[in-house]
C-alpha cells in the first residue's frame, strides 16, 4: 500500500462580502459560511427588512454568525475590506456596471452571477472595455460566472474541445426543471401564459427566456477560435399536454409550461456553434428527463451527457463560490472563465 | 441578427520542438504542424533510422517540412530554441528525469506526455521537486499531460467538482478498446496471454495494467481537499468469451483480452476516490460500448458520460499539443493540468 504524496499548495484564506440576499445571494452566503478556506466578512441587502440584523436571521439558521447584514454597502466594503465581492443583485452589464466599477475603485475584486456579465463583450463591448481599464488600474479582477452562462453551456464545452485535434460544429443542449423557481422566472419564461400571451410577451420584451446565449456562444468562438459573426435565435412555448402545478404555479392542458430557446452562432450565414435550452416546469410529466448535453462533431468528436441536469440554482451558488478562492491572484481586468485556472470545489 | 464582440486576445505564434517520433510523437508533430499558431522548427528522433531527413518521411506525408530529423536534441534545442519541448519518449519520472533538466536548462518550456509526470509528485516527491526548483530558477515551466492521466480520469473530473457545493465521494470510469494499439501495449497490459501468464506478469511486472492512477487520485485529492492517505489496486484479466483479433494480435475464447486495473484513493482505509479503467480489444465482440464516466456523490452529484470513449491515442496527442499555447505565459515550476487556464483546442 504506497504512500500518496499530494504537492499540497498554500491556500490562503479568502475573505468575502455577499451583495444581496435573495434567494441566490442567500446562498450562496451560506455556501461561503460552510468552506474552509473562505470567510465571509459581510453582506448587504437592498430592502430595508433584514438591515441591522445577523445574516443568520435573513438565513433561516439558528446559529448567528455574527455578519449584520449593512444598509450601505460601499461603506461596509471600506470597514470589512473584503478580498471578494460576489454580487447576485441583477443580470445584465448596464445595470452592473456602475456598482461594480464603485467596487473596483475600493480595491476589491467581484464575483458576479450577472449573466450579461460571464462574456460582457458579447453585447457591451464599450462597458466591457471600461470596466476592464479600471480593474486594470486597480489591481483587481472581475468575473460573472454561474451555471449558465458560466459552466455548462460554456465552459464545459470548451474544456472538452481540449481532447479534440480539431472542431467543425458544436451543439450542447440543457433540458432542466424550473419548477423550484418563484413568480419572477415564472414570468420572464412566460410559465402559465395562453400561447398568444406567449407570442405577445415574446414581443413586448416581458418574456425573454434565458439570458447567456450571446455571451456563451462568444466565449466558445473565442476559446476554439469558431469565427462566428452573429447571433441569432428561436423562441417557442413549451405548451403542455398535461396539468403541471408547483409551488408557484398552475398550468393546464394547451397552456404554456415553458419557453424552448434556441440560440445560435453564425458564420457567413452558416450555423457552427448551438445551444438549446427548453426551459419548463415538470418536463418529466411527458416523459422527458433532465440533462446537459454537449455534442462536438471534429476529431475526434465527443458525445457528452449529464444525466439529470446540475441543478440551475444550486449550480449557479456553486459555481460562483467555487471562483472565489482564484481571484486573489487572477491577473487583472475583465476576465471570463478562459482566464481562470481549471475550476474546481473550493475547500 | 445582433453582432457578436469577441474579444480576441493576442496569441502570439509559438515555436515547438518534437522530441521523440514513434507513433504518438510522430502524431503531436503533424498536429503542431497542422496548427496556425505553432510553428514546428525541430524534431529528433532517438534511433539513427530517419536523421539528417526532412520529417515528412517519418510522418509519411508527401510535402516536406523544412524541418530535418536531428540526431542530438540539446545541439537542436541550442540552434532552433524553441518555446516548448513537446516530449514523447518515456513513462516515468525517474526515466524523464535527466533529459527536463537538462531542457529546462536550455531555457526551454517542456510538455511530456510521460504518464508518472502529470502529477510527478504522488510517487516521485524528490525528484519531482528538483525539477520544480530547476524551472523556477530558469523562469520556464514543465507539464505532464495527455488523455489518461491527464484529462479524462483527472482533469475532467475535477472540472465537474466545480459545479459541485460539497462532494462526499468520486468514481471515473474509462472503458476502451486497445485496438489501435501494437505489441508493446499488448504485452504491458497483457493481451493474449493465459490467465495463468497474465497472473505471472502481474507478479514480475512485465504486465503493468494503466500507469498513472497514483498521479490521477493525488490531483484529485489536491483540487478538491480529498485527504486521501493511501493508494490501493486491483488488476484483473479481463477473460474473452468470443474470438477476438486485431492487426497485431488473435485471443481465443478463454484467454486473456486485456487488464481490468482499479485504483483507489483511501482516507483512513475508506475508499473515497475509485478509478476504474478496463482495457482490452474490440470490447464490443461482448456487447461492451466504450465510453468515459464520472460519477461523483456530493450536493448536486454529477453523472457524465462521454459515448464513445475519447480515443487513447488521439486524445493524448490533441490534450498535449492543447495545452503548449499555455505554457508560455505560465507561471514557472513543475505544473499539473491544475496550474493551466480552463483548457481548448490550440487553434
Not at 480595491?107 to 460582457?120: D, H, K, L, R
Not at 434565458?210 to 456563451?216: A, E, L
Amino acid at each position: 500500500m504506497p504512500k500518496l504524496t499530494i504537492a499540497k499548495k498554500n491556500c490562503d484564506p479568502v475573505t468575502v462580502m455577499q451583495w444581496g440576499l435573495g434567494a441566490m445571494g442567500s446562498g450562496m452566503a451560506e455556501l461561503a459560511l460552510s468552506k474552509k478556506n473562505m470567510k465571509l466578512v459581510s453582506a448587504w441587502k437592498k430592502r430595508p427588512e433584514g438591515q441591522g440584523k445577523d445574516l443568520s436571521e435573513i438565513l433561516g439558521n439558528s446559529e448567528p454568525t455574527g455578519v449584520i447584514v449593512a444598509s450601505d454597502p460601499f461603506e461596509e466594503i471600506k470597514r470589512t475590506k473584503p478580498d471578494v465581492v460576489m454580487m447576485a443583485s441583477c443580470s445584465t452589464v448596464k445595470e452592473s456596471f456602475e456598482d461594480i466599477l464603485k467596487v473596483i475603485d475600493l480595491g476589491c475584486n467581484v464575483v458576479t452571477i450577472a449573466e450579461e456579465m460571464a462574456y460582457p463583450w458579447a453585447m457591451e463591448p464599450e462597458l466591457s472595455d471600461k470596466i476592464d481599464r479600471a480593474a486594470k488600474e486597480k489591481g483587481v479582477s472581475v468575473i460573472g460566472t454561474g451555471i449558465n452562462p458560466g459552466f455548462i453551456l460554456d465552459a464545459l464545452v470548451i474544456m472538452m474541445t481540449g481532447c479534440c485535434r480539431n472542431i467543425t460544429n458544436v451543439e450542447a443542449s440543457r433540458v432542466n426543471d424550473l419548477s423550484p423557481f418563484g413568480p419572477t422566472v415564472m414570468k420572464s419564461q412566460g410559465v402559465g401564459t395562453t400561447p398568444e400571451e406567449f407570442q405577445k410577451g415574446i414581443e413586448d420584451g416581458t418574456i425573454v427566456g434565458h439570458i447567456g446565449f450571446p455571451q456563451s456562444i462568444a466565449m466558445i468562438a473565442e476559446a476554439a477560435g469558431i469565427e462566428v459573426d452573429t447571433y441569432e435565435e428561436t423562441r417557442e412555448p413549451i405548451i403542455t399536454n398535461t396539468y403541471r402545478e408547483t409551488k408557484y404555479i398552475k398550468v393546464e392542458p394547451g397552456m404554456v409550461a415553458g419557453c424552448k430557446h434556441i440560440g445560435y452562432g453564425l458564420k457567413d450565414g452558416k450555423k457552427l456553434i448551438t445551444l438549446i435550452h427548453p426551459q419548463q416546469i415538470l418536463p418529466e410529466t411527458e416523459g422527458t428527463s433532465t440533462g446537459d448535453y454537449i455534442k462536438i462533431e471534429g476529431d475526434p468528436g465527443c458525445n457528452v451527457s449529464n444525466q439529470p441536469e446540475c441543478p440551475g440554482g444550486i449550480g449557479t451558488m456553486a459555481v460562483a463560490v467555487n471562483c472565489v478562492p482564484f481571484m486573489k491572484d487572477a491577473k487583472p481586468g475583465m476576465l471570463t472563465m478562459l482566464d481562470l485556472p481549471l475550476l474546481r470545489i473550493a475547500v
